[in-house]
């Protein structure tokens, strides 16, 4: 009796495997079953690959950089479907832009797009975000002056998923929500402690300005759950976030789970500046704070397409639940010493650096599209949305 062949499984390509949203599609890939995963990583030898490695041995790990179309073009190979992601703070992307003022994130968009369509590559599920230039310039009126806030990284990574799109890609944008794990790190919002005991979370984001919020581990159910129609959702994309909530209605709920007194405080945009005197980056940050108070996150857009496609409501009391995320207050107490005398000792280079980067971040995406030789041949149109 002849043996009974089984359909070969589909092989999906991850980008990014190692950070947040590419291992939790792995992980969920590898749960859900019927998929080849190929997880690519800059280097099969670093920790964090092997690390994944370790925990789903079923997987195949290889080299792929988006600064070499020709790794990404093997990469692809006889691949069903790629997760595709750029990431803006690359150490490489970062020093095009403060050396340069180029638009690595878009740079590396389109060799991956390239080697996609030089694949054969059904689909492509592009993790993007709103193109805040855009957005900001067509706003009625621009809460901190006449000049349109920039959120580089959201635009970057728009233009991407325009520049994909334009080549005849089937394309699904997958735009995650602010990730909820950004509050550990203790940098969005700052943390401290006052003297009165009370916890304090900053940025300089308006107490009503309410974020879409997502436990990023869940992300890769949003991606396995659209894989499971993708014709439905070719051409569209994916708002994966649970909830909306402002900052200030974040803070009341950790209290009210953690019994720690929390308050959250807006910051001016000078205060943030002065608090992050030593990090060259910081007006990539206004930039972005500046756009959430014009705009938002996700623009204001509803999430009940969402809500209703595909049931994930994890809230940020679930997931505080659920990791069991606590401040250290004292460790924190110790960090703020050490924060207060590095803004105080921050020099003239660092100075200068932000100089630097502030005049590109303030420049127009089609201005710096002009800084980048590897881009001189693509019709600028093709990296941005018709209105």
Known sequence: MASLQLPPRRLLVVMGATGAQGHSVVRHAVERGGWRVRALTRDPKAEKAQQLQRSFPDIELVQGDADDEQ???????????????????TPSNLDRLKKEGRLGEVEQSVRIADACKAAAVRYVLWSALHNSEQLSASALEDLEGTRPPQAIMFTAKNMGEQYA??????????????????IPTGLMPAMKVLESGTLEWSIPVRADVALPTIDIDQFGQYVLQVLEEPERWTGKRVLAASEYLTLDQMARQYEEVSG???????????????????????????????????RGYFAGESLAETEASFGLTATFRDWL???????????????????????????????????????????????????????????????????
């Open 71 to 89: 790794s990404l073009q093997a990469a692809f190979a006889e691949a069903t479907t790629v997760f595709a992601m750029t990431d803006f703070y």
């Open 165 to 182: 799109r334009s080549i005849g890609l089937n394309v699904i944008g997958m735009w995650p929500g602010w990730f909820l794990q950004n």
């Open 260 to 294: 720690q007194r929390t308050r959250f405080r807006p910051l001016t945009y000078d205060e943030y500046r002065e608090q992050q005197a030593s990090t060259p980056w910081v007006e990539v940050y206004v930039e972005m704070f500046r756009y959430f108070n014009l």
């Open 321 to 387: 639940a659920r990791t069991g995320w606590r401040a250290d207050l004292e460790q924190l107490k110790k960090e703020g010493q050490k924060a207060h005398a590095a803004a105080v000792a921050a020099g003239a280079g660092e100075k200068e650096e932000q100089e630097r980067v502030k005049r590109f971040v303030r420049s127009s995406a089609r201005d710096l599209l002009h800084n980048s030789p590897g881009l001189k041949d693509v019709p600028a149109d093709a990296f941005f949305a018709r209105k």
